[in-house]
């Protein structure tokens, strides 16, 4: 007897869409059946018979046959009101649109619930790393002490490329855009946005908490150097664009901050477009998880493997309740890479090493209130001035440290 495909609504053919597709195929047309793909463009040229497509997403969303939406577009208007219908109407959804999923996760989960649709997303956090199904299910009755990790694989190929080759960072940055990691507009990746979405969404499995992007302290790297890079090397250490996501006893800390690792530490031995997060359990201990986290087949895998599991998996969110999200107390340790010492002045920034470097630029190492960075970070966004965090904090009213990753 013939086994009944399960009819899927692919919208999007970009290179996570196409990724998927392609895998679809190859691994899985005996199940599934792609029966139509929605896109907006009917002029570009396309690697598939035109006949597949539909330029109206509309009408694939309301086709009766319709059973399980595959959503992987870019506008995210267009998305929120796919994912939306589709769950309200009780039809199921795998996204791997971490910027929609992170500002209307709460409301998603909502009409989830409601309708019994079910919403599966792991493709949006790490790509390749399951680590979304890891917190949901492995970990979900074990409380989580701290998940930080690389979480954006573009960020991580340019640096690699400034460490490897001492390049700038455009240049880099323009090799990453030919290989299809970074958009024609890189700001997602390398402003920090992007990574800021992701441990959005990692901090509702991982603490329970369902927090506001606009909450994570985020800076990205577009104003670290090539010189900067050739320091830390000098002083035995790699710069890495890193996620942090801690539950203090005052709250919770979510950062995306440009870091300083010792090269001995897992982390800044990842290299190119790998992913890698390290988590620590209360029970557990500390665990290590690597993969690639950019491209069309490692994300569109992670897309396919919800699409087989959709029929008898769902998050459970069992930690799901509202932790606040407290940063007043906590200073964070950081160097301030200077270009105009002259134009800006940091209040509440308590200095304890200062050092004029090679090239003009002053480097100032010292200690900070994360309110009062998060006030400061337009700032120094319109003076192009280079954060390096240490990833050290503390209490602001005691002398004790906490180191900020699982190594110390």
Same mark, same amino acid.
């Given at each position: 007897?013939?086994t009944?495909?399960?009819?899927?609504?692919?919208?999007?053919f970009g290179v996570?869409? !196409?990724?998927?597709?392609?895998?679809a195929?190859?691994?899985?047309?005996?199940?599934?059946?792609?029966?139509?793909v929605?896109?907006?463009?009917?002029?570009?040229? /396309?690697?598939?018979?035109?006949?597949?497509?539909?330029?109206?997403?509309?009408?694939?969303?309301?086709?009766?046959s319709? !059973?399980l939406?595959?959503?992987?577009?870019? +506008?995210?208007?267009a998305?929120? +009101?796919?994912v939306?219908?589709?769950?309200?109407?009780?039809?199921?959804v795998?996204s791997?649109? =971490?910027?929609?999923?992170?500002?209307?996760?709460?409301?998603?989960?909502?009409?989830?619930?409601a309708?019994?649709?079910?919403?599966?997303?792991?493709?949006?956090?790490?790509?390749?790393?399951?680590?979304?199904?890891?917190?949901?299910?492995?970990?979900n009755?074990?409380p989580?002490?701290?998940?930080? *990790?690389?979480?954006?694989?573009?960020?991580?190929?340019?640096l690699?490329?400034?460490?490897?080759?001492?390049?700038?960072?455009? +240049?880099?940055?323009?090799?990453? !855009?030919?290989?299809g990691?970074?958009?024609?507009?890189?700001?997602?990746d390398?402003?920090?946005?992007?990574?800021?979405?992701k441990?959005?969404?990692?901090?509702?499995?991982a603490?329970?908490?369902?927090?506001?992007?606009?909450?994570?302290?985020?800076y990205?790297?577009?104003?670290?150097?090539?010189?900067?890079i050739?320091?830390?090397?000098?002083?035995? /250490?790699v710069?890495?664009?890193?996620?942090?996501?801690?539950?203090?006893e005052?709250?919770?800390?979510?950062?995306?901050?440009?870091?300083?690792?010792?090269?001995?530490y897992?982390?800044?031995?990842?290299?190119?477009?790998?992913?890698?997060?390290?988590?620590?359990?209360?029970?557990?201990?500390?665990?290590?998880?690597v993969? =690639?986290?950019? *491209?069309?087949?490692?994300?569109?895998?992670?897309?396919l493997?919800d699409?087989?599991?959709?029929?008898?998996?769902?998050?459970?969110? *069992? =930690?799901?309740?509202?932790?606040?999200?407290?940063?007043?107390p906590?200073?964070?340790q950081?160097e301030l890479i200077?270009?105009?010492?002259?134009?800006?002045?940091?209040?509440?920034?308590?200095?304890?090493?200062?050092?004029?470097?090679?090239?003009?630029k002053?480097?100032?190492?010292?200690?900070?209130?994360?309110?009062?960075?998060k006030?400061?970070?337009?700032?120094f966004?319109?003076?192009?001035?280079?954060?390096?965090?240490?990833?050290?904090?503390?209490?602001?009213?005691?002398? !004790?440290?906490?180191?900020?990753?699982?190594?110390?």
């Amino acid at each position: 007897m013939e086994t009944t495909k399960l009819k899927i609504g692919l919208f999007g053919f970009g290179v996570v869409g !196409q990724g998927f597709y392609q895998l679809a195929k190859l691994r899985a047309a005996d199940t599934i059946d792609i029966i139509q793909v929605a896109v907006k463009n009917p002029a570009k040229a /396309r690697s598939i018979s035109i006949s597949e497509f539909t330029f109206n997403y509309k009408e694939l969303l309301n086709n009766p046959s319709l !059973q399980l939406v595959v959503e992987a577009i870019d +506008d995210e208007l267009a998305a929120y +009101d796919i994912v939306k219908s589709a769950l309200s109407r009780g039809i199921s959804v795998v996204s791997a649109n =971490k910027k929609l999923l992170a500002n209307h996760l709460r409301e998603f989960i909502e009409i989830s619930n409601a309708s019994g649709a079910k919403l599966l997303y792991e493709a949006a956090a790490a790509a390749a790393i399951p680590i979304i199904g890891l917190l949901d299910g492995y970990f979900n009755e074990e409380p989580i002490k701290r998940i930080e *990790g690389i979480v954006n694989g573009t960020t991580n190929y340019i640096l690699t490329k400034m460490q490897k080759e001492r390049i700038k960072f455009i +240049d880099a940055l323009k090799e990453a !855009q030919s290989l299809g990691f970074a958009e024609s507009n890189p700001s997602s990746d390398v402003d920090g946005f992007d990574a800021s979405y992701k441990i959005t969404l990692l901090t509702a499995q991982a603490f329970g908490s369902i927090i506001e992007p606009n909450e994570v302290l985020r800076y990205g790297i577009r104003f670290i150097s090539e010189d900067d890079i050739f320091e830390a090397i000098q002083n035995n /250490r790699v710069i890495k664009l890193i996620a942090t996501a801690i539950h203090s006893e005052d709250g919770l800390i979510v950062t995306v901050l440009p870091t300083l690792l010792n090269k001995s530490y897992n982390l800044a031995s990842m290299s190119a477009e790998f992913n890698a997060i390290n988590l620590e359990a209360e029970d557990s201990g500390k665990h290590f998880f690597v993969g =690639k986290g950019a *491209g069309a087949l490692p994300t569109g895998a992670s897309i396919l493997k919800d699409v087989l599991q959709i029929s008898n998996k769902k998050y459970l969110y *069992g =930690k799901l309740s509202i932790l606040p999200l407290e940063i007043n107390p906590v200073s964070y340790q950081l160097e301030l890479i200077i270009s105009h010492p002259s134009d800006i002045k940091i209040e509440d920034f308590r200095i304890t090493e200062q050092q004029l470097l090679l090239n003009g630029k002053i480097k100032s190492k010292g200690w900070i209130n994360l309110k009062v960075l998060k006030q400061y970070l337009p700032i120094f966004e319109a003076q192009e001035i280079g954060i390096l965090s240490t990833g050290n904090f503390k209490k602001s009213e005691k002398n !004790q440290i906490y180191y900020g990753f699982l190594s110390h």
